[in-house]
């Protein structure tokens, strides 16, 4: 936490401790406003209310603020990061990703990212896998 500069976390009840802006909009909602037709779990993983009321949020000194989620199945924990926090324009695949980290103390972080953890996106934005693999230049 001392790294990461953290002004504040909050360990569950996030939107009430102001951890998340006002506008935060969980996977659940984004999902639903594409698909309306289709039902998604108001209480799955990096859903609203699941997110602001269960999950850890760390805020950062320069306002970003991290979402906690660990995958017990798969025993990565995987992340939601919102990179300029309340500044817009807070949408998923914009400045709003999600991505897993796997890796051991003996080799260091491995794979960031995996398909699985790509939770929402908004229209025109880009899942955190595609913008990782075009920042290294992965086909």
């Known amino acids: 936490m001392k790294t990461l500069k953290t002004t504040k976390i909050c360990k569950n009840k996030a939107y009430e401790q102001g951890c998340l802006p006002d506008d935060f ?4 909602i984004v999902k639903s406003e ?8 108001p209480n799955g993983m990096f859903s609203d209310s699941s997110v602001k009321n269960n999950y850890p949020v760390f805020v950062l000194a320069d306002g970003t603020y991290i979402i906690e989620y660990y995958a017990y199945l798969s025993g990565i924990p995987v992340y939601v990061v919102d990179i300029n926090g309340t500044k817009g324009p807070n949408k998923w695949g914009y400045d709003i990703l999600s991505f897993g980290i796997s890796g051991n103390k003996n080799v260091g972080i491995g794979s960031i990212v995996q398909k699985q953890f790509n939770f929402a996106k908004e229209e025109g934005g880009k899942y955190f896998q595609y913008m990782y693999n075009e920042a290294f230049n992965i086909k």
């Open 25 to 28: 909009r969980g996977a659940n």
């Open 34 to 41: 594409q698909n309306p037709d289709k039902e998604y779990d």
